[in-house]
């Protein structure tokens, strides 16, 4: 009962809409795949008290 208080979900920090992905308080995400399906983007995240930061990466 008390989980689904303590989660939320991981917005797209470029359309701040809802992913599929959902966290909980204590969720840290390192160089995490997050997959946007409204701006269709697939962006390299990571996650530390809730705070989104984007990793840039070199195109191959």
Do not use: G, S, Y
Request: net charge positive; glycine share 0%; proline share 7%.
């Amino acid at each position: 009962m008390d989980q689904d208080e303590n989660r939320q979900w991981l917005l797209c920090p470029f359309c701040k809409n809802k992913t599929r992905t959902m966290l909980r308080e204590d969720t840290t995400l390192q160089n995490f795949p997050l997959f946007c399906p409204k701006c269709k983007k697939e962006i390299v995240v990571n996650v530390k008290n809730n705070i989104i930061t984007v990793i840039k990466e070199p195109d191959a």
